[in-house]
């Protein structure tokens, strides 16, 4: 069985090269022998070999042949343009090779190479000799990827430009475009790199149709493909690889498939809410400490924030004036505690802050906030105070108690003179005591 394919392939092999005999003038038969590398391809440098036999009535003599540089074919070495063969006999062989290069601008398909056979006064050109030149992957790619609005919002539509371009300078046909949500085309071979796009896509087209059917893209051409992509409003914020395979055939109905992958981002931008939470600051020009409570009323998690308070000539800050917070995942929210000290009397000011974070997709946010803070004592804000009646009680049993005891004292000194004396008789004794240092209006004394 292996002979038999053997045979085969070496059959096809000649076989592509038994139509390509060329006469030239009567005189001479050239077969090429093979081209290394085949298909040759733009831009690129190929070798072929010729055989030339001697098909006329006499001798070749002096035999040269030349190398004709006609586009998009050209010698690789100037130097090895012309070949010396010698003298030629009827039927003689004889063998020569050339190096060539294809030009860059070479087209997909067929073009003529032609050799210069001189021989004394014979000089003639070769007719007809076609070599295919054939991209080994034509150069179709895709040129441009528009997401609007980008990225995709959960729940919401965003409208997907595909800008395909063909970089040959053949046509393209029977193009088809699919984006592959499913991961329905993936082949086996590719199965772990299904596993590491992701179990579920959250996205669809909503216009339909996944594939995508372009007839034909000509040379050097841009064409743009429409996709209308939802994403499932439970669909987490981050970037989704999606297979995109791409099929079509050249000119020289060669079929070729590329398998591409490119990123749809899918987020929206947070939705940060601040307020002033708490503050134990109840007096103008007092310091305390003021509470913001930072609140994430968005779709997409917050990450690596930091608040930074700004002095002003209403205030001054004790302590650090940013603070590093971290996460605040959606629907949810944080607080942070700042110390400051009133340098001004009025009843309202304003505090700066500003936010810096990141969404869950790694874009960077700076926002300036400015929250009013109105000071409010605590009466006015209701909370219990201390009755003045109780303070006038507290300082009515601080007298007593210190009379008490002063009494007792007195009291003390008054029996170690053996007199015996009553509560009301220290009354007495400490209001002269009062009336004697006490000011006040004196009797006016009287001389006899």
């Known amino acids: 069985m292996k002979k038999i394919l053997l045979v085969i392939v070496l059959c096809l092999f000649f076989v592509s090269f038994a139509s390509a005999s060329y006469f030239v003038g009567g005189r001479a038969k050239i077969d090429i022998s093979s081209i290394s590398p085949n298909p040759v391809e733009p831009g690129e440098y190929f070798d072929i070999y010729f ?7 006499s001798t070749m003599e002096d035999l040269k042949i030349q190398f004709v540089d006609t586009n998009p074919f050209y010698v690789a070495t100037s130097a090895d343009r012309i070949k010396a063969l010698g003298d030629l006999g009827q039927n003689g062989l004889s063998y020569f090779s050339y190096r060539v290069r294809v030009g860059s601008a070479a087209v997909s398909g067929d073009h003529e190479l032609k050799l210069r056979v001189i021989s004394g006064g014979f000089s003639e ?9 054939q991209s080994r992957d034509a150069l179709f790619d895709i040129a441009k990827l528009k997401l609007d609005p980008d990225p995709i919002e959960p729940g919401r539509v965003s409208k997907l430009y595909l800008t395909l371009k063909n970089q040959e300078l053949s046509a393209m046909y029977d193009v088809n475009v699919k984006l592959d949500f499913a991961l329905s085309l993936l082949q086996a071979s590719l199965a772990s790199t299904a596993a590491s796009l992701n179990d579920e896509i959250p996205l669809v087209n909503v216009d339909g149709f996944e ?5 034909y893209i000509g040379p050097r051409e841009e064409v743009i493909l429409e ?50 939470d708490t503050t134990d600051i109840y007096s103008r020009g007092g ?14 998690d917050v ?10 000539e209403d205030y001054e800050i004790i302590g650090n004036s940013d603070v590093y917070i971290g996460s605040v995942d959606s629907d949810d929210y944080e607080t942070v505690d700042y110390r400051i000290k009133l340098k001004t009397r009025s009843k309202t ?6 936010l810096e974070y990141k969404d869950a997709n790694n874009r960077e946010y700076v926002e300036d906030y400015l929250v009013e803070f109105n000071i409010y004592s605590a009466a006015e804000l209701g909370e219990p105070q201390q009755s003045k009646m109780g303070i ?6 601080v007298i007593f108690v210190i009379y008490f005891i002063s009494y007792r004292k007195w009291r003390k000194r008054m029996k170690g003179k053996l007199i015996s004396v009553s509560f009301m008789d220290y009354f007495g004794y400490t209001r002269r005591v009062f009336k004697k240092y006490l000011p006040g209006k004196k009797k006016p004394v009287h001389k006899k």
């Open 51 to 57: 055989q030339l036999q001697n098909v006329g009535s």
């Open 125 to 133: 050109e070769t007719t007809g000799m076609q070599i295919r030149v």
């Open 211 to 215: 594939e995508k059917k372009v007839g």
């Open 227 to 276: 996709y209308s992509i939802l994403a499932y409003p439970d669909a987490d914020s981050r970037v989704y690889k999606v297979p995109l395979i791409i099929t079509y055939h050249d000119a020289l109905g060669t079929n070729y498939t590329k398998n591409n992958v490119i990123g749809l981002m899918v987020g929206s931008d947070p939705d940060l809410l601040i307020n002033l």
């Open 287 to 300: 310091s305390g400490e003021i509470t913001f409570s930072i609140i994430n009323k968005g779709v997409t």
């Open 303 to 312: 990450k690596f924030l930091t608040t930074i308070l700004k002095e002003t």
């Open 349 to 354: 000011i304003s505090l700066p802050l500003s």
């Open 392 to 397: 006038v009680i507290f300082i009515i049993i």
